[in-house]
């Protein structure tokens, strides 16, 4: 078996060990709820009600996608590791670092899924909007044609599991998300009232913009969290995780910021800037992922275009930090002792 093949073969066993975790499903249910109940909570608001809704919400599925991301990484490997149940595989000539590939590649597949579903709900919930007012009326089509789509991902998923042994959780994600697609696509050609109108009319490109953002930095994080969970276990890797995406979002506010006042006198010519200390503050810069590069919704409340180009950077960003943190999960893996 080459290289590739083996990859693939440790992806698929993951992506459907993943999918099949009660968490995962009870991630995204909370998830699920708190986008749906933030519509009601941003009513009372003294501003642009929207507005609070979509920061919110947005932020609940990035949350969600990073907490799950951690869960999942400690699921299919740092407990497979203390349960030694990975010797069986690295011990039959399979590469620790296509192993590690293989899981990472699993695990974004999971969480491709379920942030999928949770982007899907809030976009569902998005369409339907605040009611500011109470003679604003109710998105009827929003509503009905969710509850229908999410009432039929749980039909299947019992009809599943009670006639076929298949996991409810794994049927339920991967069943959910097309339905949802579907009950939003349908719901974009009716107004409140079921009244015939164009798709276009209520389509927000640019949320799903945001929502492909966010998907692209929960994937970074996964990166973050598989290379930790090759040496800690499920609370520290949860902590680790946890803690380099608050830092990551506050990377310019801590760092960056002090980057650009070391970079100020030393353009002004003052003699208290060490060069030394400088290159330091720029090399912890550079080091820590900015996570604030795959958030976007002030660009959203502020009626912005997101542009393609923004949208081509952060993707390659995302591929760089994805591609040094599994870097550095290899070099801590290859002396991970699993005997």
Same mark, same amino acid.
């Given at each position: 078996m080459g290289f590739v093949e083996q990859v693939l073969a440790v992806a698929r066993?993951?992506?459907?060990? =993943?999918?099949?975790?009660?968490? +995962? !499903?009870?991630?995204?249910?909370?998830?699920?709820?708190?986008?749906?109940? =933030?519509?009601?909570? *941003? *009513?009372? $608001? @003294?501003?642009d009600d929207n507005r609070m809704f979509v920061d919110i919400g947005l932020s609940t599925v990035f949350m969600s996608g990073a907490i799950l991301s951690a869960l999942l990484a400690t699921s299919v490997l740092s407990r497979e590791i203390e349960n030694k $149940? %990975?010797? $069986?595989?690295? &011990?039959? &000539?399979?590469?620790?670092f +296509?192993? #590690?590939l293989g899981k990472y590649l699993g695990v974004a597949g999971a969480l491709t899924v379920c942030t999928a579903f949770l982007g899907v709900a809030f976009a569902l919930v998005e @369409?339907?909007?605040? !009611?500011?007012?109470? +003679? $604003? /009326? @109710?998105?009827w089509p929003v509503i009905s044609l969710g509850l229908l789509a999410v009432l039929g991902a749980l039909g299947a998923g019992i009809w599943c599991n009670f006639f076929y042994?298949? *996991?409810?959780?794994?049927?339920?994600? %991967?069943?959910?998300? /097309?339905l949802l697609g579907i009950a939003y696509g349908m719901a974009l050609m009716f107004g409140p009232d079921f009244a015939a109108q164009a798709p276009a009319k209520e389509f927000e490109g640019e949320l799903w913009k945001a929502i492909l953002l966010v998907l692209a930095g929960v994937l970074a994080m996964a990166s973050v969290a598989v290379a930790a969970s090759t040496r800690f276990g499920q609370v520290l890797t949860v902590a680790a995780t946890l803690? @380099? #995406? !608050?830092?990551?979002? !506050? &990377?310019?506010?801590?760092?960056?910021?002090e980057v650009a006042e070391l970079e100020r006198l030393a353009q002004a010519g003052s003699v208290a800037v060490n060069s030394a200390t400088l290159w330091c503050w720029k090399a912890?810069?550079? +080091?820590?992922?900015?996570?604030q590069v795959f958030w976007t919704v002030d660009a959203l409340n502020q009626g912005k275009s997101i542009p393609g180009s923004y949208i081509g950077w952060a993707l390659a960003y995302g591929a760089l930090v994805t591609t040094a943190a599994l870097g550095v999960g290899t070099a801590l893996f290859q002396r991970r002792e699993v005997g």
């Open positions: 066993n993951t992506l459907l060990e =993943s999918v099949r975790q009660p968490v +995962a !499903l009870v991630v995204v249910l909370i998830g699920t709820l708190l986008v749906i109940m =933030s519509n009601p909570f *941003a *009513a009372y $608001t @003294m501003d $149940t %990975v010797l $069986t595989v690295v &011990s039959k &000539s399979v590469p620790r +296509a192993f #590690l @369409m339907h909007g605040v !009611l500011q007012t109470a +003679a $604003t /009326p @109710m998105h042994g298949m *996991a409810f959780p794994a049927v339920f994600l %991967v069943l959910g998300v /097309p803690g @380099m #995406l !608050l830092l990551g979002l !506050l &990377s310019d506010w801590i760092i960056g910021r912890a810069y550079a +080091a820590v992922p900015n996570f």
